[in-house]
């Protein structure tokens, strides 16, 4: 199946500040939608970083497909559903997502110690960029909400799979920072 046929990179079309989504509608960059999108192209460039440092294996095999699934919610988000939209018109984020994400994150967080203070985030290079992605997907969710409040069309899985894939990174930054243990939160403390 081919999504996607580039033959030229910029068009120029966007020069005066306008694009346009999936669905051919032009607005401009600044746009709710827009913005949605573009926080969760950030959250998946992040994630590709996080992906560069050296680390556990299994977690780069989870989070290459959690970089397709981020393809999958910017092309659900950049085109709106269509009034009577048929099932497998357009790419939507399949709902299984979520549930998957809730599978990795409990088999991932099973084996850490409990929690009984808040976390810095940092540790290793790999742990510090895994929160940062938490962030970044904090505020994709936010975007996309905004989206939603502003009177915009969201698919609800996209929203329960940000939701759930921040604690999956969270998760993740743990998994990272076994060798050298969570750094913990001392209240009012020096460090």
């Known amino acids: 199946m081919t999504v996607v046929n580039l033959t030229k990179l910029y068009t120029k079309s966007g020069d ?10 032009q607005v401009g960059k600044t746009d709710p939608r827009v913005e949605a999108v573009g926080a969760v192209d950030e959250l998946n ?6 992906l560069s440092v050296d680390g556990d294996e299994r977690v780069e095999q989870i989070c290459r497909q959690i970089q397709n699934d981020l393809f ?15 099932a497998g018109e357009s790419l939507r984020l399949d709902t299984a997502r979520t549930g998957i994400v809730e599978t990795w994150i409990d088999t991932w967080n099973d084996p850490l110690p409990p929690l009984r ?27 996309v909400i905004f989206l939603r409040e502003s009177g915009g069309q969201v698919s609800e899985p996209v929203l329960l799979y ?3 894939l921040s604690d999956l990174l969270f998760v993740f930054a743990r998994i990272e920072n076994r060798a050298e243990g969570d750094i913990l939160w001392k209240p009012g403390g020096d460090g």
Do not use: Y
Request: charged share 25%; proline share 5%; hydrophobic share 35%.
């Open 16 to 25: 005066g500040g306008r694009t346009h989504l999936g669905d051919g509608t």
């Open 45 to 50: 460039a992040t994630v590709g970083v996080a």
């Open 72 to 86: 999958d919610v910017g092309a659900d988000l950049c085109k709106p559903e269509a009034a009577g939209e048929q």
């Open 117 to 143: 203070s808040f976390i810095l985030p940092g540790g290793s290079p790999r742990a510090a960029l895994f929160h940062q992605a938490r962030t970044v997907c904090r505020r994709a969710e936010r975007r």
């Open 162 to 164: 940000l939701n759930r």
